[in-house]
C-alpha cells in the first residue's frame, strides 16, 4: 500500500517537473518586446554574435533571438525551414545569393530601400553586386575577408631576394617560387609558392585580371575558353613545369591546420590568404617575420582579387519583415561593422567601406590598409549562380586535367564549357517554366 | 467472431505506429520520387514535368554518370571477394581453440565499431604519403609507397583497403558463429575416409556455410553500391573523379545543385541496378547454395 502511494506521488512529480520544463520557454520568452528570428551559421562555439548583443541593448522595442545553425548542414537546414512556412526572420548565408534568389526563396528588398533611402554606396562595390539577382536586390552583405599576398621575409633573405619587395605580378611569382623552393634528397622540402594552396584560386584572379568575364550579360551562354582563362591555365601548367603534381599533391599532405599550416610553418614562403590570417599568424607563430601585399598582377595590369560575402536576408514566408529589416540595417550601419568587426578572436573584414577605412580599424594592424585597398578591386566568385557548384566543380577539374597534362588547357575548359552550358540551359529552361507560374515575393 | 475481429483490431492498432512511419516515411517517399525523376525539380519551386528527359540525359549525355558506375562497379568487384575471402580465412584462423584466441578475435573486431566518418579521417593520415605509416613501414622495407589517395590510379584501391581493413572484423565473426554451427561429425567422416583439411574444407564447412555465405554476398555487393562515406569525406570524388562514385554523384546532384529530379532518377537506375545484380545473384546461388533443411526459396 504505502509503495503504491510512492509510485503515486513520484509520478505526480515527473508530471510535474515535465510540465514546468515545458512551460518555461513560454514564461522566459514573455517580454512584451517584437521578437525576430535570426539564424547564423556558426563553429564550434556557439555564443550569441556581438551584433545581436548591440542591437538588443539599443533596442526597446525589438528583440533578436539568435540561433546557430552548423556549417556542415546549414544550406538543407534552411531549405526546409523555408519549405515548412515558419521560416526564421533573417537568414544569414554565404552561398551565392542568386542561388536562393532564382529559386523564389528570398524576400526582395528593393521596396524597403527605396522608402528608406538606404545609402547603398556603403558597401564594396562588387560585394553589392552580388546581392542581386534580375535587378532586384534580395540580400545585404554582412561580413567578409579581404585577401592579399602574404609573403616570408626570412626565406626571401635567405634565397638572395630583396625582402621589402615581393614578386608584383604572375611572372614573378614563377621566378620567386624557382628560387624559393629547395629539394633534398630529392623530395621538396619547402616551396616559394603553390597555386592549389589556399582557398583563392589562382587561375581565376589571373582570368579576372585580364578581364576575363566567363559569361555573357544575358547570363545565358558560358565562355570557358577565351585567351584570358586559357592563358590562366596555361600559367599554372607552366608554373608545375618544374615540379609534378604527384610531388606537390604529396608535399602538401603534410599540411595542417594551426603550426602545422604550410606558411606558419615556413614550407611555403608566398601564400594568398585573407586577413583573419593575421591573427592566425599572431597565435601560431608570433615571432614570424612576414610582410603583406598586394595581389600579383598579370603582367602590367591591375591587381584584382575575389571576395564573397557572408549576407542577411529574409527567407520567403518570414513573418516578421518589417523588424527583421530594422535589424538587417542596424548589423551594416558603420559603428555594428567596426565594432563586429574588431570583437571577435579572428577580424572579420567590413562590407562597409566607411567602416573599413576608418582609422580604429586601419589601426588594428599595420597591414590592414592594404587589404582595404585590394577590396576596391574584387571580383564575385559568382559566376554562373543559376548552376554555381556545377561551375565550381567543372572548373576545378579542367584545372586538374590540365595540370596533370590529361587534356591541353583548351580541351579540358572546352570539355567543362559543354557540361556547364548543358546544366545552365537546363536550369534556364526550368526558370522560365517556374517563371510563368510563381510569383517572387515582395517586401 | 466478434473476439477475433477485435482482436484483429488490437493488432493493427498497436503496429499502427510502424504502418504509418512506413507509408509517410517509406512508401510515400518512393512513389513520390519516382514521380520526381519525371520531373525538373529543385524542392523550392514547383516542380516541371520533362517525361523520360532525366533517364535519357543520364544515359547518353552524361558521361558522369558512366564515370560514377564504373567507379562503383569497380569498387564492389573487388572489395566484395577481398571482404568475404579475407573475413572467412579470419573466421578460419580464429575457429581453432588455440591460447588466447579471444584476444585475437577481439582484435580483428574492433575496427568494425568505428564509425565511417571517423574510420576515414584515420585513413586519411595512414595513407598520407609522407607522413602515413603505411608508407613509412613500406620505406622501412625499402618500397617507395604509392601515393594513395592523390594518384588516381590508386585512389580506388586506397579506399577498398580501408574498407577491407575495416569490415573484416565485423564479417569474420558472422562467418565464425557459421563455422561453429557446422556438425563435428561430418569432420569426423571426412576423416575417416582419409581426407585432410581441404576436403574437410571444401566438403564440409563451405556447404554448410553457403547460405551465409550466399547472404553476406548481397549483404556486401548492395552495401558496396552506396558507396559514399569514404569518398565524400576522403576524396570528394578526386582526383580526377576516379572516386566519384554513384552515391556521390547523386548526393552532388541532389544537395549541392538542388537537381532533385536528376538525382531521383539516378537513384531510380541505382535500385534497378542493385535489383538485376541480386536476381543474378539468386539464380547463381541455386548452383552452389547448400540448405541443410532442403531446398531453400
Known amino acids: 500500500m504505502m509503495r503504491i502511494r510512492a509510485i503515486k506521488i513520484a509520478a505526480f512529480l515527473i508530471a510535474l517537473v515535465l510540465l514546468a520544463l515545458l512551460l518555461w520557454p513560454a514564461l522566459e520568452k514573455s517580454s512584451n518586446r517584437r521578437e525576430v528570428r535570426y539564424w547564423f551559421v556558426a563553429g564550434v562555439k556557439d555564443n550569441i554574435p556581438p551584433c545581436v548583443q548591440l542591437f538588443n541593448a539599443a533596442q526597446e522595442s525589438i528583440r533578436v533571438v539568435s540561433t546557430p545553425i552548423p556549417w556542415n548542414e546549414h544550406e538543407k537546414k534552411v531549405l526546409t525551414a523555408i519549405l515548412s512556412g515558419d521560416p526564421p526572420d533573417v537568414v544569414n548565408l554565404v552561398t551565392p545569393v542568386p542561388k536562393w534568389a532564382a529559386r523564389k526563396a528570398l524576400v526582395a528588398l528593393d521596396p524597403a530601400i527605396t522608402r528608406d533611402h538606404f545609402d547603398t554606396t556603403r558597401f564594396f562595390p562588387s560585394l553589392w553586386q552580388e546581392m542581386s539577382y534580375r535587378g532586384r536586390t534580395y540580400a545585404l552583405p554582412a561580413y567578409t575577408g579581404s585577401y592579399a599576398l602574404f609573403y616570408n621575409r626570412r626565406l626571401l633573405r635567405e634565397a638572395g631576394l630583396d625582402p621589402d619587395r615581393p614578386p608584383a605580378n604572375w611572372q614573378e611569382i614563377q621566378d620567386y617560387s624557382r628560387r624559393l623552393t629547395r629539394r633534398e634528397n630529392g623530395r621538396i622540402v619547402r616551396m616559394g609558392f603553390i597555386p592549389q594552396y589556399g582557398t583563392i584560386e589562382t587561375p581565376l584572379i589571373i582570368a579576372f585580371e585580364q578581364g576575363a568575364r566567363f559569361i555573357d550579360p544575358a547570363g545565358t551562354r558560358v565562355h570557358l575558353t577565351t585567351p584570358e582563362v586559357v592563358s590562366a591555365l596555361q600559367w599554372e601548367r607552366d608554373f608545375f613545369d618544374l615540379y609534378t603534381v604527384e610531388e606537390v599533391s604529396a608535399f602538401m599532405g603534410g599540411f595542417g591546420y594551426g603550426n602545422q599550416q604550410g606558411f606558419i610553418a615556413e614550407k611555403v614562403a608566398l601564400f594568398i590568404n585573407d586577413n583573419s590570417f593575421i591573427d592566425q599568424i599572431a597565435r601560431y607563430h608570433p615571432e614570424l617575420d612576414y610582410g603583406v601585399a598586394m595581389i600579383p598582377a598579370w603582367g602590367e595590369g591591375p591587381s584584382v582579387s575575389s571576395a564573397g560575402s557572408w549576407w542577411l536576408a529574409i527567407p520567403r514566408g518570414a513573418k516578421n519583415r518589417e523588424d527583421a529589416w530594422t535589424f538587417m540595417k542596424f548589423v551594416v550601419s558603420r559603428e555594428t561593422q567596426l565594432a563586429e568587426s574588431m570583437s571577435r578572436d579572428e577580424t572579420l573584414f567590413p562590407v562597409n567601406r566607411f567602416a573599413a577605412n576608418d582609422s580604429a580599424f586601419l589601426g588594428m594592424h599595420r597591414y590592414m590598409a592594404i587589404f582595404s585597398r585590394q577590396m576596391e578591386q574584387t571580383r564575385s566568385k559568382s559566376i554562373v549562380p543559376l548552376v554555381h557548384d556545377i561551375f565550381w566543380r567543372e572548373f576545378s577539374l579542367a584545372r586538374e586535367r590540365s595540370l596533370r597534362g590529361v587534356m591541353s588547357p583548351e580541351q579540358a575548359l572546352g570539355q567543362a564549357e559543354r557540361t556547364i552550358q548543358a546544366f545552365l540551359d537546363r536550369a534556364l529552361e526550368y526558370d522560365r517554366y517556374v517563371d510563368a507560374r510563381m510569383e517572387t515575393t515582395g517586401f | ?297
Open chain 2, 1 to 297: 467472431m466478434r473476439a477475433l475481429n477485435k482482436n484483429t483490431v488490437w493488432g493493427y492498432l498497436f503496429a499502427s505506429p510502424w504502418i504509418v512511419g512506413f507509408l509517410l516515411f517509406g512508401l510515400y517517399p518512393i512513389l513520390v520520387s519516382f514521380w520526381y525523376s519525371l520531373c525538373q525539380y529543385d524542392v523550392l519551386r514547383i516542380p516541371q514535368y520533362i517525361g523520360l528527359r532525366n533517364y535519357r540525359e543520364l544515359l547518353f549525355e552524361d558521361h558522369y554518370f558512366y564515370t560514377a558506375v564504373w567507379n562503383t562497379l569497380f569498387y564492389t568487384l573487388v572489395r566484395t571477394p577481398l571482404v568475404i575471402v579475407g573475413s572467412l580465412l579470419l573466421a578460419m584462423l580464429v575457429s581453432k581453440a588455440v591460447r588466447g584466441v579471444r584476444l585475437f578475435r577481439t582484435i580483428y573486431f574492433i575496427p568494425s565499431i568505428i564509425s565511417g566518418v571517423i574510420l576515414s579521417v584515420l585513413w586519411m593520415w595512414l595513407l598520407n604519403p609522407e607522413y602515413g605509416l603505411i608508407n613509412s613501414t613500406l620505406q622501412f622495407f625499402g618500397l617507395q609507397g604509392p601515393l594513395w589517395l592523390i594518384d588516381p590510379r590508386w585512389s580506388k584501391p586506397a579506399i577498398i583497403l580501408m574498407s577491407v581493413w575495416s569490415l573484416g572484423g565485423g564479417r569474420m565473426l558472422v562467418f565464425l558463429a557459421a563455422i561453429q554451427n557446422v556438425p563435428k561429425h561430418f569432420y569426423e567422416a571426412v576423416e575417416m575416409d582419409g581426407g585432410g583439411w581441404w576436403a574437410r574444407f571444401r566438403h564440409v564447412t563451405l556447404p554448410f556455410i553457403s547460405p551465409v555465405l550466399f547472404l553476406w554476398f548481397i549483404f556486401e555487393i548492395i552495401g558496396s553500391l552506396q558507396v559514399f562515406v569514404e569518398a565524400y569525406v576522403m576524396t570528394k570524388g578526386g582526383p580526377l573523379n576516379s572516386t566519384l562514385f554513384y552515391n556521390l554523384y547523386l548526393y552532388n546532384k541532389a544537395f549541392d545543385d538542388f537537381d532533385m529530379g536528376y538525382a531521383s532518377a539516378l537513384a531510380w537506375l541505382l535500385f534497378i541496378l542493385a535489383g538485376i545484380i541480386t536476381l543474378i545473384q539468386f539464380r547463381v546461388s541455386r548452383k552452389w547454395v547448400y540448405y541443410s533443411g532442403g531446398v531453400g526459396k
